[in-house]
């Protein structure tokens, strides 16, 4: 069964930090970019930030950079996304995707191009 299970949101004063997880099984997990989506409460979904497995590149949408960061710990199937600074506008759903899509930046900017969804996750940033 293929599974992306994402966990590490929650409540967080504007100005903290988040490390969501996700916990890929279920398929090869290094064949995908893995990434991350969010919708914020009345918007659409939009791409946050893809990783390749197979040559380590990343993309991160340009609103994003210097805040938010992905890593991937190939060895235990787990990508990462590490949340500074954060905004009450970073309040949404997030949800962990992948995609066989070979570059970072077609994950993130092409929703069509995502395989797989995780659940989603809450995150809320308080003023």
């Known amino acids: 069964e293929v599974q992306l299970v994402e966990s590490g949101g929650g409540l967080v004063q504007a100005g903290g930090s988040l490390r969501l997880s996700c916990a890929a099984s279920?398929?090869?997990?290094?064949?995908?970019?893995i990434g991350w989506f969010r919708q914020a409460p009345g918007k659409e979904r939009e791409g946050v930030s893809c990783?390749?497995?197979?040559?380590?590149?990343?993309y991160t949408a340009e609103s994003r950079m210097g805040r938010f960061t992905i890593s991937s710990d190939n060895a235990k199937n787990t990508v990462y996304l590490q949340m500074n600074d954060l905004k009450p506008a970073d309040t949404g759903v997030y949800y962990c995707?992948?995609?066989?899509?070979?570059?970072?930046?077609?994950?993130?900017?092409?929703?069509?191009?995502?395989?797989?969804w995780g659940q989603g996750i809450q995150v809320t940033v308080s003023s």
């Open positions: 279920g398929f090869a997990f290094e064949d995908y970019t």
């Open positions: 995707v992948a995609s066989l899509a070979e570059k970072p930046v077609v994950c993130v900017t092409v929703p069509s191009s995502i395989d797989y």
């Open positions: 990783i390749s497995n197979d040559d380590g590149t990343i």
